[in-house]
């Protein structure tokens, strides 16, 4: 069955870049998107279709997918950026990654 | 503003059947490319996704929980229903719908309603 592996946490100092990636078989042949989830919250969509941006997503917050990685970028990494992102696409059956804690340190 | 709302939390016994309603405003689900589905996080843990109704009617199970899962829409009424049968504690979680998108078989969910918290115990 398709998974999708997402390492379990990442970590980055405030205004530096983060990089958290989402590896599947062939992802790249498919779109991938990106949801935030803080604690106590529900999830929010940050990307979809690879590197679009849903409106009142901030610029700093970009997508892209190839081969087997699709990878979420957030440049300029805020305090508030610190939350779970789990990744997610489709094959037959939508599936999601096991998610990614962001800590901003 | 499109808005999703999951009917109140519940307490289940093992063996039980569950029903939760998602009641949504701002969207049609007779629009074409809409669609609605249903996700679930155990507490602490990942997302898990369950089932998936389009516009058409067409209906997409999770693979290892399709013999349990029946998700069905009231277009009328703006709501969609997921039952999920033979409930046991390991399906203690709590359970979101989300509007989604979709691109042929691309799909995307936002928003997201708030979520309802299923409790299995005897």
């Known amino acids: 069955s398709f998974e999708l592996t997402q390492p379990p946490s990442v970590s980055v100092s405030p205004g530096q870049t983060a990089s958290i990636t989402c590896s599947g078989d062939k992802l790249g042949n498919t779109y991938a998107s990106w949801y935030q989830q803080k604690p106590g919250q529900s999830p929010v969509l940050v990307i979809y279709?690879?590197?679009k941006r849903p409106s009142g997503i901030p610029e700093r917050f970009s997508g892209s997918n190839s081969g087997n990685t699709a990878t979420l970028t957030i440049s300029g990494t805020q305090a508030m950026d610190e939350a779970d992102y789990y990744c997610?696409?489709?094959?037959?059956?939508?599936?999601f990654g096991g998610g990614t804690k962001l800590t901003v340190l | 503003q499109v808005t999703l709302r999951e009917s109140d939390p519940a307490l289940v016994k093992p063996t039980q059947t569950l029903t939760l309603t998602c009641t949504f405003s701002?969207?049609?689900?007779?629009?074409?490319?809409?669609?609605v589905s249903w996700i679930r996080q155990p507490p602490g843990k990942a997302l898990e996704w369950l089932a998936l109704?389009?516009?058409?009617?067409?209906?997409y199970y999770s693979t290892s929980l399709r013999t349990r899962l029946t998700i069905s829409k009231d277009t009328s009424k703006n709501q969609v229903v997921l039952t999920m049968t033979n409930m046991d504690p390991v399906d203690t979680a709590t359970y979101y719908c989300a509007r989604g998108s979709r691109d042929g078989y691309n799909f995307w969910f936002d928003p997201w309603g708030q979520g309802t918290r299923v409790t299995v115990s005897s």
């Open positions: 997610q696409a489709w094959d037959i059956i939508v599936v």
């Open positions: 701002g969207f049609s689900l007779s629009t074409r490319e809409m669609c």
């Open positions: 279709r690879d590197s």
């Open positions: 109704i389009d516009w058409d009617g067409d209906k």
